[in-house]
């Protein structure tokens, strides 16, 4: 029976499969790593298939999922190439190649397998693993529309999903990381620590300012302009920490931060 077939068991492999279990999804899961510890992790927790060797793997795929890093999908996909298994005379027809690598763009990925793997990119968020990662898709021309739903309906699985641009793709890809969460929640946390707060208090006081303020956002209806004059009352603390905040180079720093994060992808976009 034919597979989702992931290449690589690493973070994202992990969060992915966790989520589509949670949603129930029944379809053969099928592993293959260069590292046996991932891929006995995977088996053992997500009672997934662990494939013998690269061959086998892409030879059960419907759906083929690109899960290495950046630096490691050319080797990746030239081995793929020599080792003989996307032959379209061997196959009705290709199969939907998926690639999670940040910065490779389209263009690279469909010539490197010639007309055996038709190609989308999709960039998933690790907070799949709870059914509510955020992900991108953007497809190759040459995929069908039906093609385009099988892919769109398989990260559907696992939260919202986003059908953008490739050209816009190395922005997304910089903004909607959960680490922007998890920094702003240890800043915050930090400096509640060191205006008196115990730790645990400085925790809960920092998570309610993003959770909850975001949890009420999208939840009033209100635009966020409307709840930002709300919340900070001209005279009064949130006020006075926000503009200081603002003249320190807080805005300045998260566009240098989002800029650096582009620059990665189109440096890796060169690999």
Same mark, same amino acid.
């Given at each position: 029976?034919?597979? *989702?077939?992931?290449?690589?068991?690493?973070?994202?492999?992990?969060?992915?499969?966790?989520?589509?279990?949670?949603?129930?999804?029944?379809?053969?899961?099928?592993?293959?790593?260069?590292?046996?510890? %991932?891929?006995?992790?995977?088996?053992? &927790?997500?009672?997934?298939?662990?494939?013998?060797?690269?061959?086998?793997?892409?030879?059960?795929?419907?759906?083929?999922?690109?899960?290495?890093?950046?630096?490691?999908? =050319?080797?990746?996909?030239? &081995?793929? $190439?020599?080792?003989?298994?996307?032959?379209?005379?061997?196959?009705?027809?290709?199969?939907?190649?998926?690639?999670?690598? =940040?910065?490779?763009?389209?263009? %690279?990925?469909?010539?490197?397998?010639?007309?055996?793997?038709? #190609?989308?990119?999709?960039?998933?968020?690790?907070?799949?693993?709870?059914? +509510?990662?955020? *992900?991108?898709?953007?497809? &190759?021309?040459?995929?069908?529309?039906?093609?385009?739903?099988?892919? @769109?309906?398989?990260?559907?699985?696992?939260?919202?999903?986003?059908?953008?641009? &490739?050209?816009?793709?190395?922005?997304?890809?910089?903004?909607?990381?959960?680490? +922007?969460?998890?920094?702003?929640?240890?800043?915050?946390? @930090?400096?509640?620590?060191?205006?008196?707060?115990?730790? %645990?208090? =400085?925790?809960?006081?920092?998570? +309610?300012?993003?959770?909850?303020?975001?949890?009420? #956002?999208?939840?009033?209806? /209100?635009?966020?302009?409307?709840?930002? /004059?709300?919340?900070?009352?001209? $005279?009064? *603390?949130?006020? =006075? *920490?926000?503009?200081?905040?603002?003249?320190?180079?807080?805005? %300045?720093?998260?566009?240098? $931060?989002?800029?650096?994060?582009?620059?990665?992808?189109?440096?890796?976009?060169?690999?």
């Amino acid at each position: 029976m034919k597979a *989702t077939v992931f290449l690589g068991g690493g973070r994202i492999t992990g969060a992915l499969i966790a989520g589509l279990r949670l949603a129930g999804y029944s379809r053969p899961i099928v592993v293959h790593d260069r590292n046996p510890g %991932k891929v006995r992790a995977l088996r053992r &927790e997500f009672r997934v298939e662990v494939a013998r060797d690269l061959k086998s793997a892409v030879e059960r795929a419907e759906i083929l999922i690109v899960a290495v890093r950046p630096a490691s999908v =050319a080797e990746l996909l030239d &081995e793929i $190439g020599r080792c003989g298994a996307v032959s379209r005379s061997r196959f009705d027809r290709a199969r939907i190649g998926i690639s999670l690598a =940040a910065g490779i763009p389209l263009k %690279k990925l469909g010539p490197a397998l010639g007309g055996g793997v038709r #190609w989308a990119r999709a960039m998933p968020s690790p907070v799949c693993r709870i059914g +509510h990662g955020l *992900t991108a898709v953007t497809y &190759e021309r040459k995929l069908s529309g039906a093609e385009r739903g099988r892919v @769109r309906e398989l990260f559907e699985l696992v939260g919202p999903v986003l059908e953008i641009p &490739e050209r816009r793709f190395d922005a997304f890809n910089s903004a909607y990381s959960p680490s +922007h969460g998890y920094h702003a929640l240890a800043t915050l946390a @930090r400096a509640a620590e060191d205006a008196g707060l115990d730790r %645990k208090t =400085a925790l809960t006081a920092g998570a +309610h300012a993003f959770a909850e303020a975001i949890l009420y #956002w999208r939840e009033s209806g /209100q635009t966020l302009a409307d709840l930002l /004059q709300e919340s900070a009352t001209p $005279g009064g *603390t949130s006020a =006075a *920490t926000m503009e200081a905040m603002k003249k320190l180079g807080y805005e %300045k720093t998260v566009a240098a $931060g989002l800029r650096a994060g582009i620059r990665r992808a189109r440096l890796n976009a060169k690999l």
